[in-house]
């Protein structure tokens, strides 16, 4: 299934079709939270597009809470994992996974402002593109509780969703067609997620 398809079959025009497209996105945004290479704020934006030209309030405030709610569970159950993973004698996969998206200067970078500025910095995480994981094992190597983690996680959580569905809307205003406004919303949305990681590869190929 392509981000297209998916992300203009999440918002259904009709109340039959909810049935099947709201549990799409909260899959597919669960999903991403657990597997970090679905570009989960595309398909927020794009839903937000679809919806937007339905002019539909309801369904711009489901597409929301079904992306923010999926986005939380994803995070709390990731984080729930790798707890378990910290305390397994061998680790485990979803603890190795989070560390190999995690580069050692990022986890640093992490650390020392999850000291200083606590959890606050779990909201700036959702914000700032390939952010979240290294700040996740961050809380993680603090041995921070799960209900703790949660706690901080929720309005990040929200905060993402909102922001991703404001692009959306942007989107969907500047175009005539739901289509157009979805290629113009994953378009910005996917370049704004790799934008972070080009730099540094810029940085290394530079002059030296």
């Not at 981000?3 to 039959?16: E, F, G, K, R």
């Not at 929720?154 to 809307?169: F, H, M, N, S």
Request: hydrophobic residues 55%.
């Amino acid at each position: 299934m392509t981000i297209l398809a998916a992300a203009t079959s999440s918002v259904p025009a009709t109340p039959a079709q909810g049935a099947i497209g709201y549990p799409t996105l909260f899959l597919l945004v669960l999903i991403g939270a657990l597997v970090p290479v679905v570009p989960t704020g595309a398909l927020v934006s794009s839903a937000a597009v679809v919806a937007f030209h339905q002019e539909a309030p309801l369904a711009m405030v489901l597409v929301f809470v079904t992306a923010a709610s999926a986005a939380f569970l994803g995070d709390a159950t990731l984080y729930w994992l790798g707890r378990r993973g910290m305390g397994s004698r061998n680790g485990s996969r979803w603890l190795e996974a989070i560390r190999s998206r995690a580069p050692e200067d990022r986890l640093e970078q992490a650390q020392r402002k999850l000291a200083e500025h606590d959890v606050a910095v779990l909201v700036l995480s959702r914000l700032v593109p390939a952010g979240r994981l290294p700040v996740m094992l961050a809380c993680l190597l603090a041995a921070w509780p799960i209900r703790r983690f949660a706690r901080g996680n929720l309005p990040a959580c929200l905060a993402w969703a909102l922001t991703y569905q404001l692009i959306g809307v942007l989107g969907g205003s500047l175009f005539a067609e739901p289509w157009e406004g979805v290629v113009a919303a994953v378009a910005l949305t996917l370049t704004i997620s790799g934008a972070p990681a080009l730099w540094r590869r810029l940085r290394k190929a530079g002059p030296r």
